[in-house]
């Protein structure tokens, strides 16, 4: 690599947690996956992915927002085993 030159960018903090532990679980840390995607997209001309919104129906949408309230309710019983999963069903 020629010179190298240090860059700054604003990422959410989150996601950067999450990117990075993604990262180090395929042996990268962040900047050799930032050069990755940078090389990715000169070679291609563009972005390495498609870059679209998704259409969702409106059912999905729904359902989408009922999974994220019943998975942040903490009186929402939760099963750590499928037998005793499969014990509450039949009850």
């Known amino acids: 690599m020629a010179t190298t030159v240090p860059t700054q960018i604003r990422i959410d903090r989150d996601i950067k947690e999450k990117a990075a532990s993604l990262f180090a679980n395929l042996g990268l840390d962040m900047s050799g996956a930032i050069n990755m995607f940078l090389h990715q997209c000169v070679l291609r001309g563009g972005l390495p992915f498609a870059v679209e919104m998704p259409h969702y129906s409106k ?33």
């Open 59 to 91: 059912q999905t949408l729904e359902a989408m927002a009922e999974a994220r309230r019943v998975s942040r309710d903490p009186k929402v019983p939760s099963y750590d085993n499928m037998d005793d999963l499969k014990r509450a069903l039949e009850t």
